[in-house]
């Protein structure tokens, strides 16, 4: 069992930027893909971002060019880098590994 631990979260006004870490309580070279969906009240969980493998990376159309997910094999973490973010990127954001692994999630609020 591997467990997936959101951080970095919080208050943003719009324009600024967060940097989510996912840490994995086991090597996560095990996993070939891991990413980061979000869910705003009162809609479906959405994929964010996906990072594949040896580090090939894909993204939402809504977040392209604004996010940047990266992996740390030696520290079992998986990062989201978020830049220029917006009010509608407000949501839970989770992590995600294979074999149906989550985080519990982390709050991100973007401020108009």
């Known amino acids: 069992q591997v467990q997936l631990v959101e951080s970095g979260g919080g208050l943003v006004q719009a324009g600024g930027s967060l940097r989510l870490s996912c840490a994995a309580s086991?090597?996560?070279?095990?996993?070939?893909?891991m990413g980061w969906y979000r869910q705003a009240p009162g809609k479906q969980r959405e994929w964010v971002a996906d990072?594949?493998?040896?580090?090939?990376?894909v993204y939402a159309d809504s977040v392209k060019g604004r996010f940047t997910i990266s992996r740390d094999n030696a520290k079992n973490t998986v990062n989201l880098q978020m830049n220029s973010l917006k009010p509608e990127d407000t949501a839970v954001y989770y992590c995600?590994?294979?074999?149906?692994?989550w985080g519990q999630g982390t709050q991100v609020t973007v401020s108009s």
């Open positions: 995600r590994a294979d074999g149906g692994y």
């Open positions: 086991k090597s996560i070279l095990r996993f070939n893909v």
């Open positions: 990072i594949i493998g040896g580090g090939t990376t």
